[in-house]
């Protein structure tokens, strides 16, 4: 698991955010979650909602 932001390793859980596991960055205090994006997508799909969730658009 690493940091979407920075992509640094040094990331430490951080509780559950609606059923899914929560990180922290210790890097750049960045919260997020594992697996942003369904399973049930493709992997182009997914870079993009990855792309897109760092942008801060969403869907
Ligand atoms: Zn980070």
């Known amino acids: 698991m690493n940091c979407p932001d920075c992509q640094s390793h040094k990331v430490v859980k951080n509780g559950h955010r ?3 596991q929560s990180y922290l960055g210790r890097e ?3 919260q ?3 697996n942003p994006c369904p399973k049930s997508y493709s992997t182009e799909v997914k ?3 990855v792309k897109m ?3 801060g658009m969403g869907f």
Do not use: A, D, H
């Open 53 to 55: 969730s760092l942008n």
């Open 32 to 34: 997020f979650r594992e």
């Open 28 to 30: 750049c205090s960045l």
């Open 47 to 49: 870079k993009l909602c």
């Open 18 to 20: 609606q059923g899914k």
